[in-house]
């Protein structure tokens, strides 16, 4: 179920603050605040959005069409839109980004288990890789589970490997990356198509999932809210709308805004 942008506001807000278990969000109790007072009907007026073209070209014609009427939306709502060409060195951190998640993965599997089920027999991602084997025939009748071996092989979070592939996406995803191109424009935010639409589930080639705008914001650990924008053959489209680091008000303001004025949800 996707949720409105009003009901990702209210969740947001009671979700706000540091997390004593993840040092990513040490500085969130002071960035902490009530997201419900963003969302205004006007909170696209005087603001500078960027249009990553490359994204929208790397869509069908039938997916850029949706997108450009969209488009309109947003201008007629008092945005002034400004296309950019891509988010800069996002080709840099393709590797890096897979090698951060094989890492945590492993470790995270660990504490997971380890709070949440600590009487269970399983408590170590080799014990889900074990059991998976030894019930092929029922979890993986049709896949594999080549990430979990991948990441079992990694050693631990203070790996050299892991520190150094971490250091790469926070300095292409963040400083040389999205805010690069929000400073250079001078942009309050960047949208594009968030992905195509759904696809086939293929059991000989695998997923074809196409061209997809997740992993910028992804990597750098910022704000990221896609909308329903329309449909393609009745399969849903979203616009996604990215800031910067600790700029989810203004960046709910500005999806709230295109919502209400663009009426796509179904």
Sequence with gaps: MTRTVADAAVLLSAMAGSDARDTATRPADQKKADYTRFLNRD???????GVVRAQIASHSDSVAAVIEAQLAVLKAQGA????VDDVPNASKYGDSELTVLLYELKADMAAYLAEYGPTAPIK???DVIAFNEKHRAQTMPFFGQEHFFNA???GGLDSQEYLDALANNHRYSRAEGLDQVLQQHQLDALVAPTG???WLTDLINGDASGASFTSPAAVAGYPHITVPCGAVQGLPIGLSFVGTAWSEG????MAYAYEQASKQRH
């Design 43 to 49: 909170g696209l007026k005087g603001k500078r959005i």
């Design 80 to 83: 002034t839109l400004i296309d």
């Design 124 to 126: 170590t991602l080799a």
């Design 152 to 154: 079992q092989a990694k």
């Design 196 to 198: 195509g639409p759904a």
């Design 250 to 253: 203004p960046l709910i303001a």
